[in-house]
């Protein structure tokens, strides 16, 4: 496995992750996986998020997804699992594969993305996409031909639950045929236990085709963060164990031709080829 670690650009660490703070009494509560429903502010979100990309898990992302995918060979489907409301992880790959899925849990989360798709979203996604068109060394003259082309990948959004079997309501002709499957800031917040990060692991990592890839994004040794105004649990994870989740799902991630890894101020990106067989 080849581990990368940058040294940070901003020093802030992942339990920073609460630019957000907001004085009301509920940022006080912290919630867990049972109250997404109610309490998951897409809006809230999205703004907090991706509107200026100040907070540091979202600048690693859109820093280093692009050179993930520029590593990798052309494929056919991939999908986002636990997309939320968001397309920037799509976006990187709009030039990678020809089919993109959305997938996520959450109904709001789901309705926003089926806005985006039919042109009737009112969130901007241009600050993202800048960011995302610089690591790429393309100039920002492209934002809306780059939100066209990555709608245009984007073929269809999915419910997702990663304790479900399989893990993406996708239809018997697509299951588990992903090439590619993505997960990015997801696992740590639908699990309470080590058992259910490991089962959710090895859920979404059968939809991948062997051969094909698993990508995920996450938070190393935290036990909460903040989001759109919240205080959502977090499950306390180290790296040894995250990467002894993925070889067993089937990731090949002893292999330096076949692992990429990288850890910034206690998040980490993390590209694994699954085996063939
Ligand atoms: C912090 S958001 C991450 C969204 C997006 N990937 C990003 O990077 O901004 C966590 C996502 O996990 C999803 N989620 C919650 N429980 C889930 C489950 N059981 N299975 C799959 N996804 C789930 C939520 O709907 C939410 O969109």
Redesign the pocket.
């Known amino acids: 496995m080849e581990t990368i670690t940058p040294r940070s650009t901003n020093g802030i660490p992942a339990e920073k992750l609460d630019l957000n703070s907001k004085n009301d009494s509920k940022q006080q509560i912290i919630y867990t ?1 049972d109250h ?1 429903h109610t309490e ?1 502010d897409t809006n809230a ?1 999205l703004t907090d ?2 509107t200026k990309i100040e907070d540091p898990a ?1 600048q690693l ?1 859109l820093t280093f997804l692009p050179s993930i995918v520029a590593r990798l060979p052309p494929r056919k489907r991939l999908a ?7 397309i920037h ?1 799509a976006a990187c790959f709009r030039n990678h594969v020809d089919e993109i899925y959305l997938a ?3 109904p709001q ?1 789901r309705e926003e993305l089926q806005r985006w798709k039919n042109g009737e979203s009112k969130f901007d996604w241009g600050a993202a996409l800048r960011m995302m068109l610089t690591r790429e060394g393309k100039d920002w003259s492209k934002v809306v031909e780059t939100e066209a082309e990555t709608r245009a990948k984007v073929f269809d959004i999915f419910y ?4 479900e079997q399989p ?1 993406i309501q996708c239809g018997k002709d697509l299951e588990g045929k992903f090439d590619i499957i993505t ?4 696992m740590e ?2 699990c309470n236990t080590k058992d259910e990060y490991q089962t ?1 692991i090895k859920n979404v990592v059968e939809q991948v085709i062997p051969g094909g890839y698993f990508i995920m ?1 996450g938070i190393l040794e935290e036990t909460w963060c903040s ?1 759109g105004g919240r205080k959502f649990t977090c499950l306390f994870i180290t790296k040894e164990f995250m990467l002894d989740c993925l070889r067993e799902a089937g990731c090949l991630v002893d292999d330096e031709k076949n692992c990429y890894l990288l850890e910034v101020n206690g998040m980490f990106l993390v590209c694994a080829k699954k085996a063939e067989n």
């Open positions: 996986r997404f998951f979100y998020f991706y979202m992302v986002d699992f636990g997309a939320g409301p968001t992880v996520d849990y959450l989360n997702a639950n990663c304790f893990s997960s990015v800031f997801t917040y639908c959710a994004g989001f």
